[in-house]
């Protein structure tokens, strides 16, 4: 079967950097993506690794190791408009993407 | 342009009633995705059309869930008769990326309550 693993929660405070880690296990792989939540709105897309590294965006960076089946997302300059949730998920080769449970980040002031 | 968009919003319903969900994707995008999240946990598939056809119903979790596209536009989902399990928010997705992210546009959700 496909898993992908990510903690449930984490705390942060405003201005801190905090890690959201995904460790998949999946029956095929072409990359992983973010996505950001917020409460009662639409999931929005975040980022897209395929290879091996680490891609920056603005705050937020993702970076995957495809030999350690892992990656994270990392947030930066923690602002309380970031407390949202964020799903990690996979594309396994069919056209749908396989989600993760979530991470429900709280910043903090 | 216009996003996804779904309605209802909320719906709550009786255990044993009907309930249709629907969704407008964005204009032009072929792809069109159903997930499911139950209460804190994963985002779930439950199918992929390509227009009006049903790519992949692999997900969907039993014969009460009917989903249909018409014309290759909007999309419906139909639960009858619902079940204390099938509460949760319905989520509607569509795309025209070709890429490898395949990036999903998310409606808000449709957020059902069964009692």
């Known amino acids: 079967g496909q898993s992908l693993e990510q903690p449930s929660e984490v705390t942060a405070v405003e201005g801190a950097i905090v890690q959201i880690n995904c460790t998949y296990q999946?029956?095929?792989?072409?990359?992983l993506s973010w996505y950001q939540q917020h409460d009662g709105g639409a999931p929005t897309f975040l980022s897209y690794?395929?290879?091996?590294g680490l891609e920056e965006t603005g705050r937020f960076s993702s970076f995957l190791s495809r030999s350690d089946s892992y990656g994270y997302l990392l947030l930066q300059e923690l602002q309380m408009k970031d407390s949202a949730s964020y799903f990690c998920?996979?594309?396994?080769?069919?056209?749908?993407?396989?989600f993760g449970s979530g991470t429900r980040l709280q910043v903090q002031p | 342009e216009a996003g996804v968009t779904q309605f209802p919003s909320h719906s709550v319903i009786e255990k044993g009633q009907t309930v249709t969900l629907r969704c407008d994707p964005i204009?032009?995008?072929?792809?069109l995705y159903w997930y499911r999240r139950v209460m804190g946990k994963e985002i779930k598939f439950l199918l992929h059309?390509?227009?009006?056809?049903?790519?992949?119903e692999s997900g969907m979790p039993n014969n009460r869930f009917l989903a249909e596209r018409t014309g290759g536009t909007y999309s419906t989902l139909k639960v009858q008769p619902a079940e204390l399990e099938d509460s949760g928010v319905y989520f509607c997705?569509?795309?025209?990326?070709?890429?490898?992210?395949?990036?999903?546009?998310f409606g808000a959700g449709s957020r059902l309550t069964v009692l």
């Open positions: 998920a996979v594309n396994t080769g069919r056209r749908a993407l396989t």
């Open positions: 997705a569509s795309s025209q990326d070709s890429s490898g992210a395949n990036v999903l546009t």
């Open positions: 690794n395929a290879l091996d």
């Open positions: 059309f390509v227009k009006e056809s049903k790519q992949d």
């Open positions: 999946t029956s095929g792989f072409y990359g």
């Open positions: 204009s032009g995008h072929d792809n």
